[in-house]
Structure formats: structure tokens, C-alpha cells
């Protein structure tokens, strides 16, 4: 037992951190990149793409160079140190999971997502659907051979500027079966978009879409485990992001008490303030400890695996919110300012738990899969 | 990252469960796991058929006697007695005062005690706390006044853990009074039956008898006595301390405690359904749970890295924290699950041999009593606040 990296993922890290850390220096914050036109930049992504960082989360079976709990890890820490606002969540491990686990993908397919070519981006929630899994109001429609979707995906990260969305829709049977509904693939030039930012300074759309063309990548049992795992599988990418942006908090926070005067010495000094940092320091420790065991079981069974990114979303749920309060709070005044840079972090540590489902779901989720 | 344990590791344990299964008494883990009275010979029981075995002391290096296993085997070998329903070894003479003799005692000491310790026929008490000295321990006021060849001890030691069952005890004395607390603090080895010395019981707010006051009055104890040098008794306390604890956190402990709670909670109604499938109830524990899967990991990443060389002092505080409020949290939890039924108190149903009919199931009996008595491990081995106060003097560095 060892929960060191091996040298290859060292080496990983260390060059993707680097080639973020240039890149993100040169703005203000993230949402500067996220308000341009295409809400993320496009030779960025090319220039990450080209380290690996993309082929990183992709298995050797689909011409990737990892895809292991460990190597999703790794990156999405980092996208969390650094607030990156790239598509990886929707062009990378959401739009990635749910192709590998379609039938017949071809694997030139995922070629064009990890050489950057082609955006995709996976649309599942709609307006009012919450984290339910299967709760899917889109239609299918089959005529013949083709089909077509009708109605509304929403908040779907990257949206608007992807060349393809995958989303899910519903052909037979109620609003909340788990059979019945297939996940397809449309191109976003027959969609109506509606882009925005979100309070945490990415970028998502509101899809609409009425009898619009797709092809179907899966349905019934095959569309409800590729979507869990595509949910599991972004729950688990958040929950790693989380821990990077946690760090990045507790470290700002423990430079600020050193410096930061009052009553003529450093705040860091006093004791009220010291035990709080302790019990944040505990929290990342324990939220840290759960990513690593999501990521160590990510190849294991089922249910084991979605037990552990469930325990690990769930109690990220609860320390990012944690230590993005109690960093705030330690900071005083600065932090509710747009200028110090601390408030992009602590929103996106809350706006996690919005995300794959939040702490409660995944409590529920826990508890159904140790069978309680 | 490798989360599993190797070959030889998962050996190692089947190894330690078939000693364990021939070798504890079902009558000492049937009190155990029903939370009845140890008396002496219980403890003594367990822990000398472990010397005979060669495993009694799981920290010490092999020259001494120890087993000279690695951290990983120790936390294997902890999980394992934890499970089986063993009393807990005993570890004043073990784990603090071995370690502190092998450091700083002299040949003679080390050949005297260490054999004696490791042989059960000593039974070391610890000689911290006093009624005045508690997380400022340096400040304690029990005196050693030099008499020539000996020193006369006056004062009062206290919370006193087993010291009923104790014939010696290793006391921080204060031999110099002109100087800062810290630099006037010797550390003697003293015999429980000298004259002088009173051990009295305290009673806990179980109802039970564990902790006890030890009163010293003009107790004559030889210069052979002093471990290491004279004033230098602080650094073997700190010493003593800070070594290596990386059982600290309690998992075993607490991972059984949920276990207990799950079946509790299955057998337990509410509303016609049994309690774990109430939404409020069951999302405490798989709270909880979750927490202590967590700590697990946090824990053996603490083994790991002490495995490599490093001292996990700061993962020890960190572990020692979290690890008491699961704990807690997981005794108030068995408290809640039986509702009416924590009320009745029958102090005979924790005698050895008891057999008469409880009120309410036989698990329900103790629950209260050790929520309140566990409200201690966030107090002793240095109370939450002072590691809080140690991770921020040596991680802050403020």
C-alpha cells in the first residue's frame, strides 16, 4: 500500500501545472476568459491538448494514455488550482464517458476530442430535473430509420460554442424510468442557444430543440449505464477539482493571517483564528483522503465505485463549503471584494456541490449503494 | 497509489486472526464486547499470552524484545485485537515509558525494566496530571527535594488511568523551582508501594472506577531512580508524547462502534420500519460513516508516510481530532437509536457473570454510560485545543 505517484504522473503534473500556471497569470481572474467570445481560448486548448492533458483522461482501448481514477485526478486537482475554465468537464470527461460507453464508437471519434479539434458538450439536466438520474422530458422521436429530438437541456456547460451536443431523451415510458430513453448526438447548428455565465465565472447554455435531427449513440440499459457512469464519472472529476481549489484557499488564507495586522501583530496570531485554520486544514485532509479512494476504486465494480465518488462528492460537498465560508470569514472585509482574487474560488467550491449532484444526493446515493 | 495490501500484509493478518482465535479467552472478549468490568487478571491474561508469543511490544525495536514491525503490520495487528473483542493493551509501561527508557535511561535501568515491562511483572502507571497542571502540565508543583542519595516526593498526581492495578508509577517531579517551568522538571521511576504513597479511586461520571488520585507524602526514592539527568525531565515527557502514534485515530475502535450502530439500528423500529431506513436517522450515520471512511485513508496516508521516515507529527494531531469527534459522534448516534431504552441504569448487568434479565435488549444497557464517558478523548492525550495549538505552532509558523 502507497499512495505516492509513480514517476510518469509526476511528471504529468508537473507539466501541466506549469503550462496552466503561464497561461492563467496572464489574466486578472477567469472570468476574463470566460467572457470572451468563445468563453474559453481556443489556442489554450490546443496548447493543452498537445502536453496530453486531454489524452490523459481517455484509456489506452480508445487511443488514449490514461483514463485511471488516478490520471482524472491528477488534471482536474490542477483545473481546480488554477480556476481553469477550458471545456474538461463537458468536452472531456462528461462527452468522453458517455461515448466509450455508447456502442460501436469509433475511436476517431475521441482522436478529434483529445487532439482539440471538434468541442463536445453533454447536455442531461433540464430547467427543472434537479440531480435526479433518469428524469429526462426531452422526446425522441423515431420516424423510420432516423430520429429526432424535441425540448429543452439545460445548463449545459460549454454549450455554445460546442460542435457537437450529446444529450439525453426520452421515447417511451414515463418521465422517470430508467428505461425508455437513449443518448444521442446532435449538431448544435440545428439548435436554439441561449449563452450565459454563471455565478462562478464558466460559461453554459440553454439548449432548445424541436424535431431536430440525431443519432443515436445508445438506449435502454446501454443509454442508463453510460449515463451513470457519465454522471459518476463527472462527480468524480468535480470532487478532485475541489480539493485543488481548496488548497489554493487554505494557502491564501494562511499568507493572509501572517501579514494582515491588527491591534499591532498579525491576526494569524490570535487562537480563535489558528483553531479555525486547524479545522479547515482537518477537512481538506479528510475531503483529499476520499478523492484518492474514488480514485483508487474508479476501475473497481460498480458499486463499489459509485459508492466511493458518492462519499467523496458528499463529503466535498460539505468541506468546500467549509472552507470557502471559513475563508472568507478569516479574511474579513478583503474577501468580499471582487478585486482579491479569493471570492472566484470560494464560489466555485460552493457551486461544486451544484454540480453531478449535491451532498445530499450523494448522501442518498452512499446509502443505496452500502445498503442501508 | 496502491490501495492494497500486499501478499505478505494479508498473511500477516490471517496470521494474527488464527493466534487470535486460539488464544483469546471467549470469556474476556464476551466481556469486552458487553462492556463489563475488566478486573487485573484479565488485562494480565491477554497481555502475557502475547509476551509469551513475542508480540506484546508491537513498538519496540527487536533488540529489546519488540517485534520490529513495520507501521503497516502494527495497524493491521491493532485492527485485528479491536475486532476480536481483546482488552486494550495496556500501554503506560509499553508505549510511553519503554520507549523513553530505551532513549534516556541508563544500561542498568534499561536492563532492570525493560525485561520486567515486557514480561508483565511490572505494572507502570503514569505520573502526569495534576489537580492544578492539567493542559499546562509544565506548571505541576509535586516536589523533589534532593536528600543525598535520594530525593523526598510531596504532591499529587491525578487522573491516574488503572493505577489501582499498578506497582509502579513514572512521575514529573519538580527538582528546581528558579527558573523557567520547563527546565526544572525531573523524571522519576517510582515503586507504588513505598511508603507515603496513597492511590485513591476516582469515580467517573459512568459510575465507574478507572482513574485514580495518587497522594505523595515525603516518599523516599533512591537517586537510582532519576531517568536520565536531573532538570531534563521535560524533554522525556515531550518525548514520550510525540512518539510515534499512529493508532491515535482509533478506526478500529471506531469502525466496529458503526458496525454495532448499523445493527442496532436494523433491529430498532420507528414508525413500523427499522430505524436505518428512516431518512433522518440513516443519513447521520452514512454521514458518519463517509467521515470515517475518509479518516481510514487519512490514516493510513499518516502510516504510509511514517513508513518513509517521516514523523507524522502533524497528521497525529490532525488524526487525533477528527478521530475523537468520530468517536463521539458515534456513541451519541447508538445513544439516539435506542431512545427510551438508554435510560435504565444497572450497574450489576457490567459484573462478570451477571445473568439476569435486562431491561430492554442486553446492547442497550451501556450506551448511554459510554456516550458520557467518551466524552474524555476529545480531553486526555492532550485535549483538541492543545493539538489545535500545536499544528498552528508547527504548520503556521505564526
Sequence with gaps: MHFNLSEERKMLKESCDRLLNDHYTQYKNHHEVSRSETGFNKKFWKECSEIGMLSALISPNFNGLGGTGEDIMIVFELIGKHLVVEPFLSSGILSITSLTNSKDIETSVLDEISSASKIYAFGHSEVDTRYDETYIKTKANYKNDAVFLTGQKSFVLNGDFADKLICTARFSGNDFDQNGFGIYEIDKTHCDIRSYNTIDGYRAAELKFSETPAKELCKNSDAYNALLETLYAGAFALSAESIGAMQVCFNMTLEYLKTREQFGKPIGSFQALQHRMVDVMIEIEQAKSAVMLAAGTYKADKDTKYKNISAAKNLVGRAGKLVAEECIQLHGGIAMTWEYNLHNYAKRLVMIDHLMGDSDHHLEKFKLYSNY | ?398
Excluded at chain 2, 503497516?72 to 523513553?100: C, D, S, Y
Excluded at chain 2, 450497574?347 to 467518551?374: R, V
Design chain 2, 1 to 398: 497509489m496502491d490501495f492494497n495490501f500486499t501478499q505478505d500484509e494479508n498473511e500477516f493478518r490471517q496470521e494474527i486472526k488464527d493466534w487470535l482465535s486460539e488464544n483469546l479467552s471467549q470469556r474476556i472478549s464476551n466481556k469486552v464486547k458487553k462492556f463489563q468490568r475488566l478486573d487485573k487478571n484479565d488485562y494480565e491474561e491477554f497481555m502475557k499470552a502475547l509476551s509469551a508469543k513475542g508480540w506484546l511490544a508491537v513498538n519496540w525495536p527487536e533488540e529489546h524484545g519488540g517485534t520490529g514491525w513495520s507501521n503497516t503490520q502494527k495497524h493491521i495487528f491493532e485492527e485485528e485485537i479491536v475486532k476480536a473483542g481483546a482488552p486494550r493493551i495496556v500501554p503506560f509501561g509499553l508505549n510511553m515509558l519503554g520507549p523513553v527508557l530505551m532513549e534516556f535511561g541508563n544500561e542498568e535501568q534499561k536492563k532492570y525494566y525493560l525485561p520486567r515491562i515486557l514480561n508483565c511483572d511490572d505494572w507502570w502507571a503514569q505520573g502526569y496530571s495534576e489537580p492544578g497542571s492539567g493542559s499546562d502540565l509544565a506548571s505541576l508543583k509535586t516536589k523533589a527535594i534532593d536528600n543525598g542519595d535520594h530525593y523526598i516526593v510531596n504532591g499529587q498526581k491525578t487522573w491516574t488511568t488503572l493505577g489501582q492495578f499498578a506497582n509502579k508509577i513514572f512521575c514529573l517531579v519538580k527538582t528546581d523551582t528558579d527558573c523557567k517551568p520547563q527546565n526544572g522538571i525531573s523524571f522519576l521511576l517510582i515503586d507504588i508501594d513505598s511508603p507515603g504513597i496513597e492511590v485513591r479511586p476516582i469515580i467517573t461520571l459512568d459510575g465507574e472506577h478507572e482513574v485514580n488520585e495518587v497522594w505523595l507524602k515525603d516518599v523516599k526514592v533512591s537517586k537510582e531512580n532519576l531517568l536520565g539527568e536531573e532538570n531534563k525531565g521535560w524533554t522525556y515527557a515531550k518525548y514520550l508524547l510525540t512518539h510515534e502514534r499512529t493508532g491515535i485515530a482509533g478506526v478500529p475502535n471506531s469502525k466496529s462502534a458503526i458496525n454495532h450502530l448499523k445493527v442496532i439500528a436494523r433491529k430498532t423500529y420507528k414508525n413500523g420500519k427499522p430505524l436505518i431506513q428512516d431518512p433522518l436517522f440513516s443519513s447521520q450515520i452514512a454521514e458518519l460513516e463517509i467521515d470515517l471512511k475518509a479518516m481510514e485513508i487519512f490514516n493510513l496516508r499518516a502510516i504510509s508516510s511514517a513508513e518513509s521516515g517521516k514523523a507524522p507529527v502533524m497528521e497525529s494531531s490532525l488524526l487525533k481530532i477528527k478521530g475523537s469527534i468520530i468517536r463521539q459522534k458515534t456513541s451519541d448516534l447508538l445513544r439516539k437509536a435506542i431512545g427510551p431504552q438508554a435510560l435504565p441504569y444497572i450497574s450489576e448487568q457490567f459484573d462478570e457473570g451477571w445473568n439476569q434479565e435486562t431491561i430492554g435488549p442486553e446492547y442497550a444497557g451501556p450506551l448511554a454510560k459510554q456516550y458520557f464517558i467518551y466524552r474524555k478523548i476529545s480531553i486526555y492525550g492532550g485535549s483538541n485545543e492543545i493539538q489545535k495549538n500545536i499544528v498552528a505552532k508547527s504548520e503556521f509558523r505564526m
